[in-house]
Structures are given as structure tokens and as C-alpha cells.
């Protein structure tokens, strides 16, 4: 049961209220964003809670036990307090979340408070996003500790895997850009490791500092395809490095990166054909 003072109790079982809900969003970076549904803007312990007609919401869902409560805002990217950059940029990954309810006629009767949590999936197209927003109940069916998994867990060139990947990259620059995804590098060296997987980083230009993943890559015309587009628009001649990928497999570790004693997966492990394989004899 949640806690409401005895004015708002009061409110509540009369026969009209008026009653508005608010969000406060606050970003990894510490940036908050205060909204309300209310017509007009509203101070609210010490905090200013914009007045938008830029989002929505779906109906709460509450749930017994761990099962993830989610509820889901959805607004427009045009909006006064939302760009389309910030989303593309990962500013509100993992954002937490406070939602409750005010009598926007009394401030003084406190607050309904009816969710707690952090954005999850973010989509946006059309110039309409839509965020999940997940409960407090969602950080228990996180996986805690160690997966036993044929492929290596470990990320080329983190401290587990531990090969020296800033010695693997190479210095290259947009020589053509063939769309949002799709660029061809001047530059290029051809090399014993596979792009794909590995990072594109660019080094100056509009989006300098930001990497992206490699989902394909064509060595013979030097071609790369990121997974995500680039928030903003490369142009030729912007400065990048290009680092390798690795696809986890032991083999690659063993031959391609003389690894092996950092390998972390189990590759001997029986799968499960193994297991449903019959008897011999």
C-alpha cells in the first residue's frame, strides 16, 4: 500500500478530483527532465514540471512476486524537451524514472507515488519515439555471475581478454559515404583480422569521439556497414579509427590472436546434441 497524507485521502474519496500526473527523468549524465500531463506548468518541491502535449503514456501494470512491472511513454521527437540526437546518443539509456500523481488545485497535499524504475528499449521512427519503462523488480532477473557458454565471454581488448587492441587499430578517413549506414574508407591496410564485430571510431568531424559496431565489412573495396547510423552526418575526409572484431570462437583466439590462456568460454563442453545423442551399444 502506498503512503498518502490524509488531505490527499481525503480528496480522493470525494466525488471529483483534480489530479494530474508528473515525470521526472533523471539522465547518466545527471540532465533532469520534469513533465506533466497538467495544462499548465507546475512547481512542485522545488522542481518545475513542464506542461507538454509532447507524450503519453499506456496503463500501469502492477504484478505480485518479481515479475517486471512496465508501463511505456511515448512522445513526439519534435517536442520542446526531447531531440532526436539525444536518443540516437544513448542519453537516456537506463534513465531513472519517478512517476506519481498531485492535486494540481492543492501542492500541499504531497504526492501519489506510483512508479519507480529506469528506461529500457528505446524506439523511435516517424518522429515519434517510445520508451519502456521498467520496475524495480526488473533488477532481479538480471543474470548474476558467469554464463558457462562455448564462446569466449570477454570483449577483444578488455582487461579479461586482454590483447593490446589500440596496436590492432589503424588510422583511416570517409572516402566516400555511401548511405546512412555504409561508408568506403581511404586508407585501409588488409590484415589477417575480420572487421566484422570490431569498432569504427571516428576522431573528428561531427560525431568525433563516438564509436560504432561493424556489422559488415567488404576488405576488397573497403567497405564498412555499421549496425546504427551515426547521429550526425559524416561527411568525407572525417578522421576515424578502425579496429578488428572477434567472432569468440576458440579457434580464432587460438590462431588469429595467440590468446588462448585468456580464452574465456568453455569450448569442450558438451552441447546438446551431445547430450540427446543415444547410447552406443
Not at 474519496?13 to 521526472?24: F, K, Q, T
Not at 583511416?172 to 569498432?199: N, T
Request: proline content about 3%; aromatic content about 8%; glycine content about 12%.
Amino acid at each position: 500500500m502506498k503512503p498518502i497524507s490524509a488531505e490527499m485521502e481525503a480528496h480522493l474519496a470525494g466525488d471529483v478530483s483534480s489530479l494530474c500526473s508528473c515525470w521526472r527523468i533523471v539522465r547518466g549524465d545527471g540532465v533532469e527532465i520534469c513533465l506533466t500531463d497538467h495544462d499548465q506548468n507546475i512547481e512542485f518541491e522545488g522542481k518545475s514540471y513542464l506542461s507538454s502535449d509532447g507524450y503519453d503514456r499506456s496503463a500501469l501494470k502492477n504484478s505480485v512476486g518479481l515479475t517486471t512491472d512496465e508501463t511505456e511513454i511515448v512522445g513526439l521527437i519534435s517536442s520542446n524537451w526531447l531531440a532526436e540526437a539525444d536518443l540516437q546518443n544513448g542519453a537516456y539509456d537506463n534513465a531513472e524514472i519517478f512517476y506519481f500523481l498531485v492535486n494540481w488545485q492543492d501542492l500541499s497535499m504531497g504526492s501519489i507515488e506510483l512508479r519507480r524504475g529506469r528506461i529500457g528499449e528505446v524506439r523511435w521512427s516517424h518522429g515519434q519515439f517510445s520508451a519502456e519503462l521498467r520496475g524495480l523488480g526488473d533488477a532481479f532477473r538480471r543474470q548474476m555471475g558467469h554464463v558457462i557458454t562455448p564462446g569466449c565471454r570477454a570483449d577483444l581488448g578488455d582487461g579479461a581478454c586482454t590483447v593490446p587492441l589500440e596496436a590492432l587499430g589503424q588510422d583511416v578517413s570517409i572516402k566516400e559515404v555511401l548511405s546512412d549506414y555504409e561508408f568506403e574508407l581511404e586508407g585501409y591496410l588488409a590484415s589477417g583480422h575480420s572487421m566484422v564485430g570490431g569498432l569504427l571510431r571516428f576522431g573528428d568531424g561531427a560525431n568525433a569521439g563516438r564509436s560504432f559496431e561493424i556489422i559488415d565489412f567488404d576488405g576488397a573495396l573497403a567497405r564498412a556497414r555499421l549496425f546504427t547510423a551515426p547521429p550526425e552526418l559524416v561527411q568525407i575526409n572525417d578522421g576515424a579509427r578502425l579496429y578488428p572484431g572477434c567472432d569468440k570462437r576458440f579457434a580464432t583466439c587460438r590462431d588469429v590472436f595467440a590468446n588462448v590462456e585468456n580464452f574465456r568460454g568453455f569450448p569442450h563442453v558438451p552441447g546438446l546434441d551431445a547430450l540427446l545423442e543415444p547410447a552406443d551399444g
